[in-house]
């Protein structure tokens, strides 16, 4: 009968069946390791980033990351598969506490999913928890697991009580979204406002640029989905049942390696053999690194609830259950439901039946609440003693430390932040109020870190190209790059975008004849870092994504291969033409892609709108569009190309830094980076030019 399947005697082979075990359990190690790999990198770009609520870039809850997290957890399910040595029954104990761990990790992501989102990735990490705990409670009842009987029940409770405050907070994200909106937008209109008025005062601009950049930060800081998720009363429970989950992981392993004789194990091995180690070990540090960040926001939302120490509080209103933890549940329930049953009688019994059950998810949910209140309350009390005395000491300290804050800063930046009020930009929700003083507090000047931040590492090729970018006349040449002489290509003009104009000048630079190889290297490098600033400046929406896309190819192919679509630029340099030459040479190329694409294309140029055009299509278009605008320009001048080439792209970067310095921590950097050379920068020539209006003056 041979070696596999039924022997002579026809009882089955089992001699093989677990021979491929400790692979199995290398395959849950290494599940366990991209876990903790992928927390540790969301921990490291928390502090790189100074984001304490730990943003879920790398870690988050998808279709991905449950399925790895289903593997790291196959010891958990495993419901035969003797156990018989105390690191195999501490396997199955570190395999259900990395649940506990990588849910509360995540918990913040779920701020930034879209609501069908949501509902796809809740139940299907509830379908994971509720099996791993009907396993475990099987393997509890058959002898598989027969230690630490307390601990395992200890955490599937606290996995359980997971599952329901997360799916709970999961319901609160849309109302959250749509009040958070409505409050960014009035703020938005102050802030212009201010803006407004503060351009007609006799402040210098670079401080009515800082002053803007810190309004919109701190709008855009506290109204970050995943930072309201992360200071939430529901998260800040979290944490604390993270911590209580690792606790009673550790406090086995501890008691496993110190008082071994404590526990009674059977002789023998498990079938995973050496690699229960291994799962061991991996899955021990993944819990160690995961909490980090939970037992992060959890004290962080504490200093949010006691920022002044040692005076007295009433906590009463704490215990009130705000309007949006349950406004969505409450409309839920108001809503009809569009069943096909005409029986009266049946759609009545429906609709009982879901208004008792939302009744019911109501009481839950404020249920939820109140414990997580209670749980804060308990870790305030806790840790304001321990939070009262560091600032005893930190006070003692600063006494005998010398003040050197604003000598070791540049001017009088500090002196001018420290006199914007910003409490009135603190976006916060009902119950909240503390969070302004502690913005105020600890954030006031949050502008100061990306500054020192970024002139540690300001982009060198990028300052040498900006430093060509300040005539004398101001910006006045930058409109000789576009001429309204030159014809459209096409019946209605393509949209541009400021990275393709930008990729565009570059390539014509490398192109003409007179510059050497030192300076397209340092050209190339200070676009390279340019193009970092006006990509997260720029709009990513509307019709100009097909542009942005045509840019980015356009500059691999620049950057890397000195090609500009199928031209070689640096060859078509080095053949002895001259620039006017050269200028028609990339002119008819990009000529002949359009009229290629339009020949072939002709009922598709006809229905689709220039926005939807191909990106070489796209390309050719600005490259047809400022060769002939040089062109006609350099009949009527006599002047060195190269320089107005590098001086029109300097120019753009400067411009478009200048004219959207609004937002988020990119923009913050790249003001600040950017500082030194914009400092002398003539910016009231260019202030005023839209993203459009360069676009006609470059071409």
């Known amino acids: 009968m041979g070696k596999l399947g039924c022997g002579i005697d026809g009882v089955l082979n089992e001699a093989k069946f677990s021979e491929p075990l400790p692979w199995i359990g290398v395959y849950i190690a290494a599940a366990s390791l991209?876990?903790?790999?992928?927390?540790?990198?969301?921990?490291?770009?928390?502090?790189?980033?100074?984001?304490?609520?730990?943003?879920?870039?790398?870690?988050?809850?998808?279709?991905?990351?449950?399925?790895?997290?289903?593997?790291?957890?196959?010891?958990?399910?495993?419901?035969?598969?003797?156990?018989?040595?105390?690191?195999?029954?501490?396997a199955k104990l570190s395999s259900t506490a990395l649940i506990c761990t990588v849910m509360c990790n995540s918990m913040p992501s779920i701020g930034t999913m879209e609501n069908k989102e949501i509902l796809t990735n809740i139940v299907a990490l509830g379908i994971l928890v509720i099996t791993v705990i009907v396993n475990i409670c099987i393997q509890l009842g058959t002898g598989v697991i027969f230690v630490f009987e307390l601990e395992h029940a200890l955490i599937m409770f606290l996995m359980l009580v997971l599952l329901v405050v997360l799916s709970f907070s999961a319901l609160t994200v849309p109302t959250i979204k749509r009040y958070l909106e409505l409050k960014y937008m009035k703020k938005y209109e102050m802030a212009q406002k201010e803006c407004s008025k503060a351009n007609e005062t006799d402040k210098p601009l670079e401080q009515k640029l800082r002053e803007a950049l810190m309004r919109y930060w701190m709008m855009a800081h506290t109204c970050s989905p995943q930072f309201v998720v992360g200071r939430s009363v529901t998260c800040t429970a979290s944490g604390a049942l993270c911590l209580l989950s690792a606790a009673t992981l550790a406090e086995a392993m501890v008691?496993?390696?110190?008082?071994?004789?404590?526990?009674?194990?059977?002789?023998?091995?498990?079938?995973?053999?050496?690699?229960?180690?291994?799962?061991?070990?991996?899955?021990?540090?993944?819990?160690?690194?995961?909490?980090?960040?939970?037992?992060?926001?959890?004290?962080?939302?504490?200093?949010?609830?006691?920022?002044s120490r040692g005076r007295k509080k009433g906590y009463s209103r704490e215990y009130r259950l705000e309007e949006y933890w349950i406004r969505t549940l409450v409309e839920m329930k108001e809503c009809p439901l569009n069943i096909p049953v005409r029986n009266r009688l049946c759609r009545r019994i429906v609709h009982d039946a879901k208004v008792k059950f939302l009744n019911l998810c109501i009481g839950i949910q404020g249920g939820i609440v109140f414990t997580s209140k209670v749980i804060r309350l308990i870790s305030i009390l806790f840790m304001s003693v321990i939070l009262l005395c560091y600032d005893c000491c930190r006070d003692q300290l600063m006494k005998f430390t010398p003040d050197n804050s604003v000598g070791n800063d540049s001017g009088s930046e500090l002196p001018h932040s420290s006199k914007l009020d910003l409490s009135r930009f603190v976006l916060h929700l009902e119950g909240e109020d503390s969070l302004v003083e502690v913005m105020m507090k600890d954030n006031r000047d949050a502008t100061d870190y990306w500054r020192r931040k970024a002139r540690k590492r300001q982009p060198k090729y990028l300052m040498e190209l900006l430093e060509l970018s300040r005539p004398s006349e101001?910006?006045?040449?930058?409109?000789?790059?576009?001429?309204?002489?030159?014809?459209?290509?096409?019946?209605?003009?393509?949209?541009?975008?400021?990275?393709?104009?930008?990729?565009?000048?570059?390539?014509?630079?490398?192109?003409?004849?007179?510059?050497?190889?030192?300076?397209?290297?340092h050209l190339i490098a200070g676009v390279n870092e340019g193009l970092v600033y006006v990509r997260n400046i720029e709009d990513m929406q509307g019709n100009l994504v097909n542009s942005r896309k045509a840019a980015d190819v356009v500059w691999l192919g620049v950057e890397l291969y000195h090609r500009w679509l199928n031209v070689d630029i640096r060859k078509l340099s080095l053949q002895g033409k001259n620039t006017r030459e050269i200028l028609e040479v990339l002119?008819?190329?990009?000529?002949?892609?359009?009229?290629?694409?339009k020949k072939c294309n002709a009922n598709l140029c006809l229905l689709d709108s220039p926005s939807k055009?191909?990106?070489?299509?796209?390309?050719?278009?600005?490259?047809?569009?400022i060769c002939q605008s040089i062109l006609l320009d350099y009949e009527n001048r006599n002047y060195k190309m190269t320089e107005r080439l590098f001086e029109a792209i300097g120019v753009m970067i400067t411009s478009r830094l200048e004219s959207r310095s609004n937002g988020s921590h990119g923009r913050v950097a790249s003001f600040h980076k950017l500082n030194s050379p914009l400092d002398n920068t003539p910016f009231s020539e260019s202030a005023s030019l839209t993203p459009n209006e360069v676009y006609l003056s470059i071409g």
């Open 587 to 597: 002119s008819d190329s990009a000529n002949n892609i359009f009229m290629e694409f």
């Open 613 to 625: 055009w191909p990106i070489k299509v796209l390309a050719a278009n600005s490259m047809y569009r």
């Open 255 to 307: 008691r496993f390696y110190l008082v071994p004789e404590s526990f009674k194990f059977c002789k023998g091995d498990s079938d995973y053999g050496w690699s229960i180690n291994l799962v061991l070990l991996t899955q021990a540090v993944a819990v160690g690194l995961g909490t980090i960040a939970p037992a992060i926001r959890w004290f962080l939302a504490i200093n949010f609830r006691c920022p």
């Open 34 to 90: 991209a876990c903790a790999v992928a927390m540790a990198a969301d921990v490291i770009h928390g502090f790189r980033h100074w984001k304490l609520w730990f943003p879920c870039k790398f870690f988050t809850i998808n279709a991905t990351s449950l399925t790895i997290i289903t593997v790291a957890v196959k010891l958990s399910v495993d419901l035969n598969t003797p156990m018989p040595r105390g690191q195999d029954q501490l």
């Open 474 to 521: 101001g910006f006045k040449g930058l409109t000789e790059f576009d001429s309204f002489k030159v014809p459209s290509l096409d019946t209605e003009e393509a949209p541009n975008c400021w990275s393709l104009s930008l990729v565009t000048l570059t390539s014509i630079a490398i192109a003409v004849p007179s510059i050497d190889s030192y300076s397209i290297k």
